[in-house]
């Protein structure tokens, strides 16, 4: 990890000899370029200061596997000099992959007391809770991390008691947003700390590192309220049952619900283990006030009239097994939807999801139910900031330097330009990708050496033990099933003295596959005594057993299992 | 499928006795609360006609499948009577399953010519072409097939020669109208037939089927020429190569960018095959005028400055493999995309595709092109009637009855809220499901008893063969991988005497698999020894094969893979 200047991606001022000049340089380990999860490693001398460790779940690309998780190999080569990690928020992209980084290293973690709540559960569910130490932080209660003064900096967004950091480093401010939007009139009265982000940025920033995520939005990401009054609206016009999914992490949107299920004389439940923890977890830190009495357990709730009653539940992106799919399906054990009744997907469809989505939506609908999702309802708002908010960031903050993070390539890119028309100099903005690190000093900007990273998977107990290969066999099998082959052969004389018998999955329809497995069968057979009394050789042997049957399939199928061949030896 | 009212969902009007009086009925295949292929069933008396025969492509739950074909036993339980099939357009979800159809049922098939053009395509590669009996028809040249007397009538789409239907029955006038939108000016000056939709509400209709695909829009979907000149402008401006990425069959969008480059001195070649296909088979039929030397073949094309080529491509929806998703990874054997370089994916993004479209957006990204696509600019307009134009089409055809088809259950559901919009009785429309035939009489239409359909994978040369059960063995090798274990046994004694075997894919990573598979067959051993001399009989050991190599790898690794027991008998 030698630094170098690269001259085909010019710096941006005149770098001063490092050697003498001190300087700051942050890498991104997860958010840039591949939004899914997020984590900042930022590095002053001998101390490293981590910056979220978050997880994110797989794509269809990635079969069977739990978790995504960060790459922690540049922390764990220098795990004496890590001072810890700051979370800005609750969501799983931002603190889902603590339990793995705190088992490798043991560090403090600072946080707001909602991410550390609910980052509590996950370090239970891993057996580390008695081993972490974890710090509560407030906002402008600036503390020292290493050679970093950090101060906590209150933003808005779809989650309770979201943070920013102003990091105090021997070169300058750092100011990273978190995930944020600048909400006028939130919930919980916590308004963006607007002014003391104006004092940073009078005083001077250094570098900006600002959330991308709604780059492409025009305008101004709509309040928190606004989507209440919305669903106030629909609520009061319903006749029946209402329904909200929504992500049980979105405490201000559950407020909301529970608050106007008061208003209008209706009781509510909740459904799904994570939105009762959250819920639980959000009241007893007094994030959420709940109205008493207006929480019942489903048994109850469900004696009481259709119009009294609400239910918030999870299960917004389809998820299978969920409560609401298990509505949708039919197969809630406790539940059935019926004409009357309003569902309310009160979330962002994630792409990707939007099949599955849909296929909830007309499952619902086919049993009478109304049902509004975004798209065709106003029942939801982003939580993060769209162009005249991020201008507005850019303009308070004013940094020297400015790194977009949080979003796909694309975004960093819609970022830089916005960022070039409210006056910032495009070559001191700057487009990187997880791995590629950046050294700051007082006055000067340069890419460092590209670092890099693995995905790292999750599977089971297995970290890191799930690579490309195995993926692609995974999807070979899914594509195309399989076909084991066995036959036994004599030590001594190489003939072959049993078998050949042959078993498969996922290739040929049950019905007919014995008929199938024993044309098969033959077709070995056949090769077999094709050659005679001559004996092969294992590797010979194993040729012959995989290219007869994948002939046998290809003439008669077109298909291409996987054909394991298995030679035992008597 | 013995006919009954179904009292639940009641009939409109007062049914006759249908042994009297006389009766159409109609049975869609595909199409209807499941959007993808389309098929719909008329019959009259002796005579059953098919509008369409399309196919869809498999979505994640159908690893390996090709295609989704209709299930045509409704056809072939009747096979005699089968007068044909009328072809709508020439898009693959309504002509693709034209081969399977008619390598079970030989019977005529009319359409317009270019959806006969591409239909003769698959059919060559069925090795069908001489078989199939093609029938090129014109709008408004009414033709006899059976008892049917079927009207081609124009309509507009993103498609070149697309048509709906009227048909005359015995009971009255079936209009169907295809996929359609009342493009005000099209591309190839051919305007929906408004005269004589008019005509034929004035004269009555008896039932009107209307595609539902976009009625969540509303107002009215842009002209084909808007998107034209959009793109015109957008290419005036470009300083290099402009590839353009748009669906092959989309014949006028492909008119438009040919004439453009003509405008701007530039030159066109074309990529991937199929769009190679559609722009021959359009040139050849008269649907595409392509200006006298404005085609080059890619070499000579790349001879050009950059600034006069213009490449039309197809991978709008980020298919791997395609030309642009081969630029995308800079592996495309001829072509390098680099800075100045416009790229437009002048295409919807297929709900699905998201994800894989945005990955080639970031990849082109990152080679310094620019990139447009739909979301963030305008380069796409639908091929389908918004709001305003679904209800004009129910006010000119105002039909008695009406049967909302192609769309999703919440499609059909809101395309019933807009026909009750503008008058036509609640009672009178009839939001059916694929299987769920109506029977018309000249003044009433009932439900009839749903007919059970199968969806049809077609994977290789197999059709229907793959079943619910290889598709679930499928999805459960592909997340958690394989492992076989094989023993070979003496027949007399039941002894083990070779193995056990252990081999796996998809299950660990291969670096280390040697070290682990040896200690899963230390586990077996130890289990077979600890069973002492008393042979088992084969059911036991394979449960016991089975049972020890789950527990060894759910202790050790937290998975289930797919554990395959083989035993041999010697």
């Known amino acids: 990890m030698t630094d170098r200047v690269i001259p085909a991606r010019a710096p941006a001022g005149a770098p001063g000899d490092p050697a003498i000049e001190p300087s700051v340089r942050i890498l991104p380990l997860g958010g840039l370029g591949e939004i899914g999860l997020n984590m900042m490693l930022l590095e002053s001398g001998e101390d490293l200061l981590a910056v979220d460790c978050g997880l994110m779940f797989p794509d269809d690309e990635m079969p069977g596997v739990d978790y995504v998780i960060p790459d922690f190999s540049?922390?764990?080569?220098?795990?004496?000099?890590?001072?810890?990690?700051?979370?800005?928020?609750?969501?799983?992209?931002?603190?889902?992959?603590?339990?793995?980084?705190?088992?490798?290293?043991?560090?403090?973690?600072?946080?707001?007391?909602?991410?550390?709540?609910?980052?509590?559960?996950?370090?239970?569910?891993?057996?580390?809770?008695?081993?972490?130490?974890?710090?509560?932080?407030?906002?402008?209660?600036?503390?020292?991390?290493?050679?970093?003064?950090?101060?906590?900096?209150?933003?808005?967004?779809?989650?309770?008691?979201?943070?920013?950091?102003?990091?105090?480093?021997?070169?300058?401010?750092?100011?990273?947003?978190?995930?944020?939007?600048?909400?006028?009139?939130?919930?919980?009265?916590?308004?963006?700390?607007?002014?003391?982000?104006?004092?940073?940025?009078?005083?001077?920033?250094?570098?900006?590192?600002?959330?991308?995520?709604?780059?492409?939005?025009?305008?101004?990401?709509?309040?928190?309220?606004?989507?209440?009054?919305?669903?106030?609206?629909?609520?009061?016009?319903?006749?029946?049952?209402?329904?909200?999914?929504?992500?049980?992490?979105?405490?201000?949107?559950?407020?909301?619900?529970?608050?106007?299920?008061?208003?209008?004389?209706?009781?509510?439940?909740?459904?799904?283990?994570?939105?009762?923890?959250?819920?639980?977890?959000?009241?007893?830190?007094?994030?959420?006030?709940?109205?008493?009495?207006?929480?019942l357990p489903l048994e109850e709730l469900s004696a009481l009239p259709a119009y009294r009653q609400v239910i918030i539940s999870t299960g917004s992106q389809g998820e299978p097994n969920s409560a609401l799919a298990l509505m949708a399906a039919a197969e809630h054990k406790y539940l059935r939807v019926t004409e009357g009744d309003l569902v309310i997907l009160s979330a962002r469809i994630i792409p990707g999801h939007e099949r599955t989505v849909m296929r909830v939506v007309n499952q619902l609908l086919r049993q009478g139910a109304e049902v509004l999702w975004d798209g065709v309802a106003f029942v939801h708002v982003s939580g993060h900031a769209s162009q005249d908010e991020l201008r507005l960031m850019l303009n308070l903050v004013r940094p020297q330097f400015f790194v977009p993070v949080h979003g796909e390539y694309r975004h960093l890119l819609a970022h830089r330009r916005l960022a070039q028309e409210v006056g910032v100099p495009a070559e001191h903005i700057f487009v990187v990708e997880d791995g590629q690190g950046i050294e700051l000093t007082k006055t000067s900007a340069r890419l460092r050496e590209r670092v890099p990273l693995q995905r790292v998977l999750v599977d089971g107990k297995g970290v890191g033990d799930v690579g490309p290969v195995v993926l692609r066999d995974r999807q070979l099998l899914a594509e195309e099933g399989m076909v084991v082959v066995a036959v036994t052969v004599d030590r001594a004389t190489g003939a072959v003295v049993a078998g050949p018998e042959i078993v498969s999955r996922g290739w040929v329809y049950e019905r007919e596959a014995e008929a199938v497995l024993e044309d098969a069968r033959a077709a070995v057979r056949e090769a077999l005594a094709e050659r005679g009394e001559t004996p092969l050789g294992r590797e010979a042997l194993v040729a012959l057993l995989r290219g007869t049957v994948r002939r046998f399939i290809t003439q008669r199928y077109d298909r291409k299992p996987v054909v394991l061949p298995v030679v035992l030896e008597v």
Not at 155 to 170: Q, R
């Open 74 to 295: 540049p922390l764990l080569a220098r795990r004496e000099q890590v001072r810890g990690v700051i979370l800005t928020h609750a969501h799983e992209d931002h603190i889902g992959a603590l339990p793995y980084l705190l088992r490798e290293l043991d560090v403090p973690v600072y946080g707001p007391r909602m991410a550390l709540a609910l980052a509590g559960e996950r370090l239970r569910e891993h057996g580390l809770q008695d081993r972490a130490r974890m710090v509560a932080v407030e906002p402008r209660r600036a503390f020292d991390v290493g050679g970093f003064r950090v101060e906590p900096l209150r933003v808005t967004h779809s989650v309770a008691d979201g943070l920013g950091y102003g990091i105090e480093t021997p070169v300058g401010t750092i100011v990273h947003t978190g995930d944020f939007k600048f909400d006028p009139n939130p919930i919980d009265g916590e308004r963006a700390d607007y002014h003391r982000l104006a004092e940073l940025g009078e005083r001077g920033v250094l570098c900006l590192m600002a959330d991308s995520t709604n780059v492409d939005r025009a305008g101004t990401t709509p309040s928190e309220h606004e989507v209440g009054r919305a669903l106030t609206d629909r609520v009061r016009r319903a006749p029946g049952r209402v329904i909200v999914a929504t992500f049980a992490s979105h405490v201000h949107r559950i407020q909301q619900i529970l608050d106007l299920a008061v208003t209008f004389g209706r009781k509510v439940a909740l459904l799904g283990r994570s939105m009762e923890t959250s819920v639980r977890l959000a009241a007893e830190q007094g994030y959420l006030r709940v109205p008493e009495g207006v929480l």
